[in-house]
T-cell receptor, first 111, second 115 residues
């Protein structure tokens, strides 16, 4: 039982490049989330998916897109990376309004 | 807009001491409150979840309380150990569309327990 897994663990991009962050959970949870963590800011919600087939914007969605591929997987895409997107990205899942479980994070640097 | 504040930002204590971490929030319309632990360069580990109808939760040496009306929560750690050294995050759950909730996080308290 791996919980929430994320790939890659680390990534360095140049400005303008694109990439997709992958997230999968094996707890059969309906809801999945993407947060970013920046120094001095706390974690902030980027996008979420309340159930398979639905996605909605969170607090800081600009510059990102998401796909809920199936119940297990929720990906985050940066179409044209900017230095302001340098951050640590966390995926989380929960069974509706309940305890959220987090993945190990992806540390992204945009040069 | 919900704001979550954690005091102190950093705390250093000798091993064996009992300690309290504080969390306050501005809007009492929350679903629940969750305490996490984060080790350097790692993800978040859920410690305790308190539903809005509950007053406290306990797990081992940890006890978390919730007072919704005053917008406060405390995390009590008994008999602290060097292995407790980490950053502790408080997060309140707010309703989202579709039956999900968004966690609003504080900036954390960095705890150091000295041998």
């Amino acid at each position: 039982n791996a919980g929430v897994t994320q790939t890659p663990k680390f990534q360095v991009l140049k400005t303008g490049q694109s990439m997709t962050l992958q997230c999968a959970q094996d707890m059969n949870h309906n809801s999945m989330y993407w947060y970013r963590q920046d120094p001095g800011m706390g974690l902030r919600l980027i996008y979420y998916s309340a159930s398979e087939g639905t996605t909605d914007k969170g607090e800081v969605p600009n510059g990102y897109n998401v796909s809920r591929l199936n119940k297990r997987e929720f990906s985050l895409r940066l179409e044209s990376a900017a230095p302001s997107q340098t951050s640590v990205y966390f995926c989380a899942s929960s069974e509706n309004i309940n305890e959220q479980f987090f993945g190990p994070g992806t540390r992204l640097t945009v040069l | 807009k919900q704001e979550v504040t954690q005091i102190p930002a950093a705390l250093s204590v000798p091993e064996g001491e009992n300690l309290v971490l504080n969390c306050s929030f501005t809007d009492s319309a929350i679903y629940n409150l969750q305490w996490f632990r984060q080790d350097p360069g790692k993800g978040l580990t859920s410690l305790l979840l308190i539903q809005s109808s509950q007053r406290e939760q306990t797990s081992g040496r940890l006890n978390a309380s919730l007072d919704k009306s005053s917008g406060r929560s405390t995390l009590y750690i008994a008999a602290s150990q060097p292995g407790d050294s980490a950053t502790y995050l408080c997060a309140v759950g707010e309703e989202l569309q579709g039956g999900s909730e968004k966690l609003v996080f504080g900036k954390g308290t960095k705890l150091t327990v000295n041998p």
